[in-house]
DNA sequence: CCGTTTTCTATTGTCGACAATTGCGATTGG
DNA sequence: CCAATCGCAATTGTCGACAATAGAAAACGG
């Protein structure tokens, strides 16, 4: 009767839909989704007994995804005393966000050097596509779109390393991008710049879309600073009654 | 007897000299050695258990290393496939080249802004140290010092996220540096190419000093597929006479 | 002789157990 | 009443065991 072992789990897997996501790869999605939003408070230390409970596994792909997460810069890591939730801080966001800038103007250069008309053509359409229909959007699928409309470009860099590091920024700003699309859902002015970017780019306008890039993502402290409080209110109030 | 369970780690530990470096962060900074210097032969999978033995540790310590080195760009993962080492071609020396060249450039621009003269007097100093020594060096300590002098003025930037990512990317090229490196010896001009962006630095040029480092970072494709190629045959030559 | 299916083996994925460590709270001495 | 010390409870670090999987090898049929 000691070797029960893994009867356990067994019954976990079944009761979540026979084998939908293997268990190591859906923890990872889960918990990474958990530190984009916030749902762990800064700096507060993550359990790994508790959330392993929550998630019905054991610790060790928790802590697998978690050590994956430190590197991703979503999580914080001290040797015997565990992960901890990353801090949110103005700092981090500004200095976050100046590295996205250099990125992106470079970005959207190599893109226009690189990528074929049609590919050009193909990203005026979507977003125009997807600007008629802005306003069915919830906030949360029109951030989506943002992010995939800078993620296109990079892809339309081609070259990966530069996708990949902006792909990895955006996961860490997602949840001030999230709120700063709240706050001027009304006063869109993102849609038209993304729309300027794009054609800027049908041009081959280097040099305007690169600062057309550079002014759309820029923030001034002051924004950051506005933007990290309001988070910081989300955080501590809305976390509750999730 | 069948509880003896971790007494043969104990002695590992024992025998490895009492207690150096926790098990955790000793395995891992071997492992990303061992990456870094193409100790695993490109695309070569690396087997869990072998790496386990050859460390005297069990395989979780090994997989969460490996799944913090995959986020860094030194491993590859499938799931229930297992982990292999990167990787080793042109296009991602290219990539990751062209990344560096607009990160440091932005990295130099802040540290002229916000570094103190005594900083960046410091910085000369240090540099005129270490080329006045440089015949003693070895390619290897050469390396290390090329690399330090990048990192120095990333941290004089202020910004923290972007040190921490040319840190990543040092760690990624590292092997393909230390080629230039021994490549190189001869005709140093790595020094003096140092020397003179510290003085443009002190000089507060931030416009000549991004220009110079720009310069000095950049390599053709030419220079790219000749240190890959010199790469390849060492990995397959020297590596199996370690 | 070659292509397909089956069996077998090597390797990864996940687990529960236990030791080591940390940090907190109680206890004691000033 | 406060500071330092001690011990205890909670938590992390590492391990070996075993199931699931993939890939290789063998058996089979054409």
Same mark, same amino acid.
Not at 15 to 42: C, H, Q
Not at 86 to 108: P, T
Not at 112 to 127: H, K, N, S, Y
Not at 205 to 215: E, I, K, P, S
């Given at each position: 009767?000691? #070797?029960?072992?893994? $009867?356990?789990?067994?019954?976990?897997?079944?009761?979540?839909?026979?084998?939908?996501?293997?268990?190591?790869?859906?923890? &990872?999605?889960?918990?990474?989704?958990?530190?984009?939003? &916030?749902?762990?408070?800064?700096?507060?230390?993550?359990?790994?007994?508790?959330?392993?409970?929550?998630?019905?596994?054991?610790?060790?792909?928790?802590?697998?995804?978690? $050590?994956?997460?430190? @590197?991703?810069?979503?999580?914080?890591?001290?040797?015997?005393?565990?992960?901890?939730?990353?801090?949110?801080?103005?700092?981090?966001?500004?200095?976050?966000?100046?590295?996205?800038?250099?990125?992106?103007?470079?970005?959207?250069?190599?893109?226009?050097?690189?990528?074929?008309?049609?590919?050009?053509?193909?990203?005026?359409?979507?977003?125009?596509? @997807?600007?008629?229909?802005?306003?069915?959007?919830?906030?949360?699928? %029109?951030?989506? #779109?943002?992010?995939?409309?800078?993620?296109?470009?990079?892809?339309?860099?081609?070259?990966?390393? %530069?996708?990949?590091?902006?792909?990895?920024?955006?996961?860490?700003?997602?949840?001030?991008?999230?709120?700063?699309?709240?706050?001027?859902?009304? %006063?869109?002015? @993102? &849609?038209?710049?993304?729309?300027?970017?794009?054609?800027?780019?049908?041009?081959?306008?280097?040099?305007?879309?690169?600062?057309?890039?550079?002014?759309?993502?820029?923030?001034?402290?002051?924004?950051?600073?506005? @933007?990290? #409080?309001?988070?910081?209110?989300?955080? &501590?109030?809305?976390?509750?009654?999730?």
């Amino acid at each position: 009767m000691l #070797r029960s072992t893994r $009867q356990g789990s067994q019954d976990n897997r079944a009761a979540l839909a026979s084998k939908p996501i293997k268990t190591g790869p859906r923890v &990872y999605a889960e918990i990474r989704r958990m530190a984009m939003d &916030y749902r762990f408070k800064p700096n507060e230390r993550i359990n790994e007994v508790e959330l392993a409970a929550r998630l019905n596994v054991s610790r060790s792909p928790i802590r697998e995804a978690l $050590q994956r997460l430190v @590197t991703e810069g979503l999580i914080t890591f001290q040797t015997n005393r565990g992960f901890f939730c990353r801090g949110f801080d103005v700092e981090e966001v500004v200095n976050l966000s100046d590295v996205r800038i250099v990125l992106e103007e470079r970005s959207v250069r190599l893109a226009i050097q690189r990528a074929t008309d049609e590919d050009l053509a193909a990203l005026v359409d979507w977003w125009a596509k @997807t600007m008629a229909r802005a306003d069915a959007f919830s906030s949360a699928e %029109l951030t989506a #779109r943002d992010e995939e409309f800078h993620i296109r470009i990079a892809r339309l860099s081609g070259n990966s390393e %530069l996708a990949r590091m902006l792909e990895g920024i955006n996961t860490r700003i997602h949840f001030v991008r999230k709120i700063e699309v709240e706050k001027h859902r009304r %006063l869109s002015t @993102t &849609y038209t710049e993304h729309a300027d970017i794009a054609r800027a780019m049908v041009a081959r306008d280097a040099d305007r879309a690169a600062r057309l890039m550079h002014d759309h993502i820029s923030i001034s402290v002051a924004d950051a600073m506005s @933007t990290v #409080r309001e988070g910081l209110a989300r955080i &501590y109030v809305d976390a509750d009654q999730i």
